[in-house]
C-alpha cells in the first residue's frame, strides 16, 4: 500500500453491490459471504475487502464482520467515514467527535480491533478537512486504525466545473492533508472508459507514494459484457438513472465491449471481458489496486483470477485506441 509496509493483492473485494447500488432484490446475505470467502481464498496475500458504513447503511460492514471474526488475518480490511444516508440524499458528516464515534461503531460491526485503510469518504463543506483528518490521525495514534485514505471526487460525471481539469478539488484537499498526516491510499473510479483519473490524479499518488485503489473498474458491470442494453434496471438500481446505462447508450458503447471481447480471445477461451478489464486497470501502476464489486462468489473468483492476466503491448495498444465512451 503505498510507501507503507502493509501490503494487499493486487486484486481486492468491492463489497458495495452486497448490501447498496446496484439490483437490490438479487442481495442475498449467503451469496454474499461465499464471495467474501471465495475472494480470500483466492487473494494471494491479504485481500483488500472494500466496505463503508453506509453501504446499507451499517448491513455491509455486518456481513463483513461475520467473516472477519474467523479470517481477519487474511483480510485487508478498508472501511469508510463521512457520508450518511439521510432521507432521499445523502449527508456528509467531518465533524471530530463524530468521526470518533463512527470509527468505534464500525470496529464493532466489523468485529475487528484494527481497521486496515479509513477513509474520508466525502470531506464536510461545513467542517475543515484538516479537523477531520486530525480527528483520523488520532484513530491511527490510538492503534484503533492503521493508515488513512481520501475518497476523491471531481471525475468526468461528478458535475465539475467546466473547465477545471479532473480532481483539481482532490489534489488541493490531498496537499492539504498531506500536511496534517499522511495520506496511504486514494480511491477513485479508474476503467477502460472512465480514464480522468489517469490525468492528474493517478501521477499524484505515484508521485507521492500513494497507493490508488481502482473503484468501479468494471464500469458498474457495463464492461463485463454481461449486460444487456435494453433490458432495464430495477428502479432503486443507481443505473436506472445514470446516463451511460440508457438503452440508447449502452448500445452505443458496445464497440468498447467489443474491444475487451477481441483481447480476451487472444488469451484463451476462459478469459473474460471483465478479466481483461481489470488487468487493464492494474496495468496503469505499480501500486494500483483494482477492486471490483461483486455480490457472486462466481464473479469474485473470475475477478481474482485476473491478477494472473498480464496484457501484452500489443493489447494495451488496442485498448488505449479504444473509443471513448459515449454518455
Ligand atoms: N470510494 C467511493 O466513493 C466509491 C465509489 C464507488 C465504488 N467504490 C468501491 O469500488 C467497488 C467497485 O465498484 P462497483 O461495485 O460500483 O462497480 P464495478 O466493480 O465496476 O462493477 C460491479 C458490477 O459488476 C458486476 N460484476 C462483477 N464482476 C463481474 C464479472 N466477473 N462478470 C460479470 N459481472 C460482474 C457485479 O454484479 P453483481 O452485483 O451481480 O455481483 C456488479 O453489478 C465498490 O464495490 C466499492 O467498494 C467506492
Redesign the pocket.
Known sequence: MGSTPLEVGAV???????S????TS??RGGESLR?VHRALDLGGGATLL???DM?GPFTNELLLGRVLKERRSEAFV?T?VG?LVGEGHLVANGRPGYVRRACDASLRRLQTDVIDLY?L??ADPEVPVEETWGAMAELVREGKVRSLGL???GGARSGRRPGAGPYRGTLQQLSRLQRVFPVTAV???L?VWSREALETLLPWCTGHGVAF???????????????TPGEGFEPDD??ARHPRFTAEMMAANQPIVAGLRRVAARHGQDV????V??AWVLAQGPHVVA??????E???G??AA?AALRLTAEDLAELRNLPAALD
Open positions: 481486492g473485494l468491492g463489497c458495495m453491490p452486497m447498496w447500488a446496484y439490483s438479487r442481495q464471495a472494500d466496505t463503508a453501504y478498508s469508510k457520508l477513509q469518504h466525502r475518497c476523491a471526487v480511491e477513485a473510479e476503467s485503489l481502482a473503484a468501479t473498474p468494471l464500469g458498474s458491470g457495463y464492461l463485463t459484457g454481461t449486460l443507481a443505473r473474460t471481458p471483465a478479466q478489464a481489470l477492486v471490483p464489486g461483486t455480490k457472486q462466481r464473479w469474485a473470475q475477478n485476473a
